[in-house]
């Protein structure tokens, strides 16, 4: 009896012990409308706090975040803390529509989560339209306080977000696209830190520079807030030892060059192992959507001090790396196949749940009497499994499932495609048109979910960035041509998979995913494209609760939007 009185004493120490560790942050973020110059230009853009990017959250593993946001501007707007798990608080989720009706001008909407079981880097960003272009900031998640890394611990930090930046609005240039049902006019540069660097004009003075010492080992946390491209990203002169990604620590492995799907964050080592003062940042985006850019490259600098100079403030032409061909599928496959975990994983199963997804574009005939801006007076398109994902517009999903409110959305989302066709050869054009409609796929709680991604190549084939809200997943294994059960689940890694909650699904291949479906909740599930999720290219996972309190979302705050 007193061995049980002691270690029940000992356990509630440690529960009190880890609770008083814990913190709760609390935030206001005002969304508002700021006079931004770039490009020669001044622009007024929407930003968070008049800041862009956004503030920088900083938290531990097992803190609580209440950020209240107050809605200035004269957009609709939700927040989305990407790559959170939300465990039970989908509510807080931030997808409009989806999780909740938006925060309408003037009004406000608290977010309350608690990071639990993550460490490392995530992101911030509107949900709503293409308001993310401008509205979005960086999550560092540092160890619990009685922890550390499981490295060396860096002598700084920094985070590197990669963006595009419109010179115009991007709302009008979203709406006119929608209008004509054309694809989205290209953005006019990339930034980093929300500065396009000194190979745009009128940008020479604003580049990002980051100080570092020779010798030192900094932590540099890219993040890929572009809306429409995946980007290459290479330091001149160094290698990077990729330690995290999605804010989960990886296997260490060196490389001289990133690729970050739009949504997807890395974390790296890097060693100012080079002479100062300066070296120089790259990025190049890699197979941009469907408007067939050409190379274009952005670079901002790592400022090397030194004590020693004899002219301070000298200024020496910084070098610049060789990066990858735009369209170099080879080097980006090498780079997303050498992710591993750190340790052996307890891959979950057996499976409960075998999915099969088509995920590509499409077009849609124009209406009747009406000039449409596709190819061939069509309007272009995209879906999963033929379905076109249609937003409702008087109650959100979960809104609508918890109350138990009928005809906002159903739940046949079908398995598997409902046609079978050669998914990445030449594809009938009377598949070309998809279906459009407001569907989810149920799920049981605790059901392990195995899903195949598989890309097409109707109309055009392209790398889809696919995000699951409120799940990291196992990236099993990824190939290309069309996934083929008999063989393909031969090169499954069962071993040491990658943790990541968005996966490169590869131009005209495939990608399998493994998860358990332990969150109770409405979850979305797109391309992070936010062209291709414009056109439809999304579905949605409602995950039924489970046995008790502790297996069931949780009550909606006071608070939440109504339509």
Not at 261 to 271: A, E, K
Not at 480 to 503: I, Q
Request: proline letters at 8%.
């Amino acid at each position: 009896m007193e061995k049980c009185m002691l270690s029940c004493f000992i356990l509630l120490l440690s529960l009190l012990f880890s609770h008083s560790i814990a913190k709760t942050h609390y935030h206001d973020f005002v969304v508002q409308k700021t006079p931004v110059k770039r490009l020669c230009k001044t622009h007024d853009i929407i930003t968070v706090n008049g800041m862009f990017p956004g503030p920088t959250l900083e938290v531990n593993n097992g803190d609580t975040l209440v950020v209240n946001v107050k809605n200035q501007a004269e957009y609709n707007v939700t927040i989305h803390w990407h790559g959170v798990r939300q465990i039970r608080t989908g509510w807080a989720d931030g997808p409009e529509f989806v999780t909740q009706c938006p925060i309408r001008p003037g009004g406000s909407y608290t977010y309350r989560f608690t990071i639990q079981g993550q460490e490392g880097t995530l992101w911030w960003h509107a949900h709503s339209s293409w308001l993310r272009a401008t509205v979005y900031g960086a999550i560092v998640i540092h160890p619990r306080e009685d922890s550390s890394y499981p490295f060396t611990k860096p002598e700084r930090e920094a985070p590197i977000l990669l963006g595009e930046w419109w010179d115009a609005n991007p709302i009008d240039v979203v709406r006119q696209a929608t209008k004509t049902g054309a694809a989205p006019n290209t953005s006019d540069a990339f930034t980093i830190n929300g500065q396009p660097g000194d190979l745009y004009k009128c940008s020479g003075k604003d580049t990002t520079i980051i100080p570092v010492a020779p010798g030192e080992t900094n932590l540099l946390r890219f993040i890929n807030a572009a809306l429409n491209n995946e980007l290459f990203v290479s330091i001149a002169g160094h290698t990077m030892t990729v330690v995290g990604a999605d804010a989960s620590y990886t296997k260490p492995f060196t490389t001289s060059v990133l690729m970050l799907g739009p949504g997807q964050t890395t974390d790296v080592l890097v060693t100012a192992d080079q002479p100062p003062p300066a070296t120089t940042s790259v990025a190049r985006i890699l197979l941009p959507a469907l408007q067939g850019v050409p190379s274009t490259e952005h670079h901002n600098h790592l400022d090397y001090t030194c004590s020693c100079s004899s002219k301070p403030g000298l200024s020496i032409p910084p070098s610049l790396p060789t990066l990858p061909a735009f369209n170099d599928t080879n080097t980006a496959t090498k780079f997303t196949t050498s992710f591993r975990s750190p340790k052996k994983v307890d891959i979950p199963s057996p499976v409960d749940e075998n999915l099969f997804f088509t995920v590509g574009l499409g077009l849609f005939n124009c209406p009747p009497g009406k000039t449409c801006g596709g190819p061939n007076n069509t309007r272009f398109g995209a879906s999963v499994n033929n379905i076109s994902f249609v937003l409702p517009s008087t109650f959100s999903i979960l809104q609508a499932h918890h109350q138990g409110v009928p005809g906002v959305f159903s739940t046949d989302f079908p398995a598997n495609p409902p046609v079978q066709f050669d998914y990445t050869g030449n594809v009938s054009r009377s598949l070309w048109q998809p279906d459009q409609s407001t569907k989810v796929y149920k799920l049981k709680f605790g059901s392990v979910v195995q899903l195949v991604l598989q890309g097409t190549s109707i109309f055009a084939a392209e790398n889809h960035p696919i995000h699951i809200h409120g799940y990291d997943f196992y990236i099993l294994a990824e190939g290309f041509g069309n996934f083929d059960a008999s063989k393909d689940t031969n090169k499954f890694n069962l071993v040491d998979p990658p943790l990541r909650n968005t996966v490169a699904v590869p131009v005209n291949g495939w990608a399998v995913i493994r998860f358990v479906a332990d969150n109770p909740g409405v979850w979305l599930m797109h391309c992070h494209l936010d062209v291709h999720i414009t056109w439809g290219l999304a579905m949605a996972f409602l995950v039924e609760d489970g046995v008790g309190e502790l297996e069931a979302l949780e009550a909606p705050p006071e608070d939440l939007p109504l339509c």
